[in-house]
T-cell receptor
């Protein structure tokens, strides 16, 4: 089991460029999440997908779009990158349950927007 | 709305001495609470979680945390720090929407 995988590991963009961050999990989890991590602010939820075919906004969704491609994959897209989106992005997944369960995190994508 | 406050951004201890990382929560109901650890350039790993069972929760690597409703606290402790414990620690609470809200993190430094 690879767990949660993310690609790329590191990316540099110029302001206005677009890119898609990829996330996949092989644990048969229904719920998947995208967070961003900034110094001194912990992790903040961008979007989440409770199940295949559904997505919901989190705390900081502006400037991002997501796609739940299938049960395994959940991608995050920046249509027009801005320097404020420089951050470390983490994808996570969770077992299908009605109660809060452990979230499993990927290794992260470090994004620098110039 | 649920919120989590980690009271110390940085804690430094000597190897072999106790560790205390403080976390307070704010919630309109009794939440589920989590502690995660992040080693440099790595993702987050669950240390332990509280889900309304026993108030004293034991986790991996000798860590434990006690849920105190009267104090709205969920502090993380370890009797004896090891060099390998040096990392950043995050307290988190469920939001009731299957997502988590995280504290700002506490960086633990362990001195030899």
């Amino acid at each position: 089991n690879a767990g949660v995988t993310q690609t790329p590991k590191f990316q540099v963009l110029k302001t206005g460029q677009s890119m898609t961050l990829q996330c996949a999990q092989d644990m048969n989890h229904n719920s998947m999440y995208w967070y961003r991590q900034d110094p001194g602010m912990g992790l903040r939820l961008i979007y989440y997908s409770a199940s295949e075919g559904t997505t919901d906004k989190g705390e900081v969704p502006n400037g991002y779009n997501v796609s739940r491609l299938n049960k395994r994959e959940f991608s995050l897209r920046l249509e027009s990158a801005a320097p404020s989106q420089t951050s470390v992005y983490f994808c996570a997944s969770q077992v299908p349950s009605g109660v809060p369960e452990t979230q499993y995190f990927g290794p992260g994508t470090r994004l620098l927007v110039l | 709305a649920q919120s989590v406050t980690q009271l110390d951004s940085h804690v430094s201890v000597s190897e072999g001495t106790p560790v205390l990382l403080r976390c307070n929560y704010s919630s309109s109901y009794s939440p589920s609470l989590f502690w995660y650890v992040q080693h440099p350039n790595k993702g987050l790993q669950l240390l332990l979680k509280y889900t309304s069972a026993a108030t004293l929760v034991k986790g991996i690597n000798g860590f434990e945390a006690e849920f105190k409703k009267s104090e709205t606290s969920f502090h993380l402790t370890k009797p004896s720090a090891h060099m390998s414990d040096a990392a950043e620690y995050f307290c988190a609470s469920d939001t009731g929407r299957r997502a988590l809200t995280f504290g700002s993190g506490t960086r633990l430094q362990v001195q030899p």
